[in-house]
T-cell receptor, first 112, second 115 residues
């Protein structure tokens, strides 16, 4: 029940295309849903986050779509660039705690 | 965003020695810090939660005597890998939770290689 399932495991997108990464959860006690970007040999960096009372949040080329009834949320990267090539992790915070549950990660490669 | 500094970035040590990794919150006070371990091409595995002024809370399966955590101030937590062995080789990442802020910020990670 604490799991966060992330898909796809890897993704290849052409430059200028849209990258879409999906996550699904079961625990309704999650109350905060961030996305992290990680480059090789570096720690994850917070990209964008959303609360369950909002269905969509957009920051620049990055958009989170949140479907509370389906317990799913997704990251959309518009106009994908080679510099976006990295591993992306979704996460869910357990309400009332400091604990984050991370997805398994998606390795994105954007072709020039 | 808040800055979390982790040091060293990489360390190579001989089997049987101990290694200390530092995690500092540079521009905010972190009452709670977290230590993760990450294997190549895998997700982050939470090892322990470090609370300022109290004992760390370890996740199931993590040896507390092997991975010593100290959080002596609101800006510093340390992870000491004691009597390191090759199987302890991994990427260790700390993160910090700012007061009144539910955002989690990560350090840059430490690649530990035990020979």
């Amino acid at each position: 029940q604490q799991q966060v399932k992330q898909s796809p495991q890897s993704l290849i997108v052409q430059k200028g295309g849209i990258s879409i990464i999906n996550c699904a959860y079961e625990n309704t006690a999650f109350d905060y849903f961030p996305w992290y970007q990680q480059f090789p040999g570096k720690g994850p960096a917070l990209l964008i986050a959303i609360r369950p009372d909002v269905s969509e949040k957009k920051e620049g080329r990055f958009t989170i779509s949140f479907n509370k009834s389906a317990k799913q949320f997704s990251l959309h990267i518009m106009d994908s660039q080679p510099g976006d090539s990295a591993t992306y992790f979704c996460a869910s915070k357990v309400g009332g705690t400091y604990k984050y549950i991370f997805g398994t990660g998606t390795r994105l490669k954007v072709l020039a | 965003g808040a800055v979390v500094s982790q040091h060293p970035s990489w360390v190579i040590c001989k089997s049987g020695t101990s290694v200390k990794i530092e995690c500092r919150s540079l521009d905010f006070q972190a009452t709670t810090m977290f230590w993760y371990r990450q294997f190549p091409k895998q997700s982050l595995m939470l090892m322990a939660t470090s609370n300022e002024g109290s004992k760390a809370t370890y996740e199931q399966g993590v040896e507390k005597d092997k991975f010593l955590i100290n959080h002596a101030s609101l800006t510093l937590s340390t992870l000491t890998v004691t009597s390191a062995h090759p199987e302890d080789s991994s990427f260790y990442i700390c993160s910090a939770w700012g007061q009144g802020n539910e955002k989690l910020f990560f350090g840059s990670g430490t690649q530990l290689s035990v020979l």
